[in-house]
Structure formats: structure tokens, C-alpha cells
């Protein structure tokens, strides 16, 4: 699992509360990475970091926000989240020089 | 614009049948293509990349500059091998290794 862990792993919020997802990794990767899951969208990036205090948008950034401020944890928030943002969100570590990325487990949003 | 397109939402065959999962892409400089896939319960994960040239689990595929595409095959599928694919782009002079995905197929292998 190239030592990432997501958390939580499931969650129901309310619309208009702030939510935030966790990843975790554990082997100092300078590259992450945080997508969402949507049928017949695939995985679509909504920020990425390339080292601490370094981030970036993705492709779906409107409403999200990131921090790094350990090399180790990539927080992703939604500042105040919207039904429309239901989803498997997952994070990504990526080898350096590779390309290749891994993948934390995911979560399960639900905004009700 | 850089783009991947996965054709097939779903694509259900039979034991011992061949497969073929389409992936074209649109990208103008040198790419860099993967598939990823995910079976039930459990997380994305690389299958191969093209510059690998490599079968894993019986599957293969061929970079076609000429076609844009990079699909994937496997002889005589498996029960095993029914998941989401995912096919990917890396823009491959990017330092960053952020990668582009297609819409992903559900390939679904019937016994």
C-alpha cells in the first residue's frame, strides 16, 4: 500500500459545514496528490503538492483547498461542502523521475 | 487540450474470451501511458505502463502514435480479471507526475 492511509474512511456531512480528509504516507514521497471518483467522469485531480507548503490545482479545484504542512499529510477541505461534492475521494503518492503514482484506499463522501 | 477517452463504459464478455479495453489519447508532445486498475474493495493500482513493454496477468498493450491509442488486451479473459480500468496520460517532460485519466471501463468477465 506504499504506506498511505486516508481518513476517515467514510463520512456524511451536511451541506454548507466544512469537511476535512486526511492523507497520510509514510515513506517521505515529495509527490501527492488528491482526485475525486465520479461515474463516467474516472478520477479527476483536484490538487496536487510537489513538497511542503508547495501546492498547485487540479483540473476540479472550485471549492476545495489543501495544505501541506508536514511532508507527510496532504489535507484536502472542502470549505463548505455542497451535494454536488459527494464522492470517492483518493489520495496519491508519486515516485519521483517515474510517473507512477500509488493510491490511499479512498474515501466515501456523502453530503446530504 | 491534453485528454483521455475510454470509449466503453462497460464491456462484458465471456470466460476465455479475448478482450480488448480502448484507450485513445490527445496530446501533442511525447506521452507516457499507463492503465490502472481497480477490482472490488480495493485500492487503484498499477497494471503497466507502455515504456515497460511488459505482460502482467496476461495483459498487453501497444502505444500507437499513429492512432493515438493505448489499449489494452488480454488473450482469453479470467473471472479475476473483471474491475475498473482506468487508462492514463502523463505528459512525460512534466516534473510534476500529475497524470490525466480516461473515464475508466468496467470490464465484467461472465463464467
Known amino acids: 500500500d506504499a504506506g498511505i492511509t486516508q481518513s476517515p474512511r467514510h463520512k456524511v456531512t451536511e451541506t454548507g459545514t466544512p469537511v476535512t480528509l486526511r492523507c497520510h504516507q509514510t515513506e517521505n514521497h515529495r509527490y501527492m496528490y488528491w482526485y475525486r471518483q465520479d461515474p463516467g467522469h474516472g478520477l479527476r485531480l483536484i490538487h496536487y503538492s510537489y513538497g511542503v507548503k508547495d501546492t498547485d490545482k487540479g483540473e476540479v479545484s472550485d471549492g476545495y483547498s489543501v495544505s501541506r504542512s508536514k511532508t507527510e499529510d496532504f489535507l484536502l477541505t472542502l470549505e463548505s461542502a455542497t451535494s454536488s461534492q459527494t464522492s470517492v475521494y483518493f489520495c496519491?503518492?508519486?515516485?519521483?523521475?517515474?510517473?507512477?503514482?500509488?493510491f490511499g484506499a479512498g474515501t466515501r463522501l456523502s453530503v446530504l | 487540450a491534453q485528454r483521455v477517452t475510454q470509449p466503453e463504459k462497460l464491456l462484458s464478455v465471456f470466460k476465455g474470451a479475448p478482450v480488448e479495453l480502448k484507450c485513445n489519447y490527445s496530446y501533442s508532445g511525447s506521452p507516457e501511458l499507463f492503465w490502472y486498475v481497480q477490482y472490488s474493495r480495493q485500492r487503484l493500482q498499477l497494471l503497466l505502463r507502455h515504456i515497460s513493454r511488459e505482460s502482467i496477468k496476461g495483459f498487453t498493450a501497444d502505444l500507437n502514435k499513429g492512432e493515438t491509442s493505448f489499449h489494452l488486451k488480454k488473450p482469453f479473459a479470467q473471472e479475476e480479471d473483471s474491475a475498473m480500468y482506468y487508462c492514463?496520460?502523463?505528459?512525460?517532460?512534466?516534473?510534476?507526475?500529475?497524470?490525466?485519466f480516461g473515464q475508466g471501463t468496467t470490464l465484467q468477465v461472465k463464467p
Open positions: 496519491a503518492i508519486g515516485l519521483a523521475g517515474k510517473n507512477i503514482q500509488y
Open positions: 492514463a496520460l502523463s505528459m512525460g517532460s512534466s516534473n510534476t507526475g500529475k497524470l490525466i
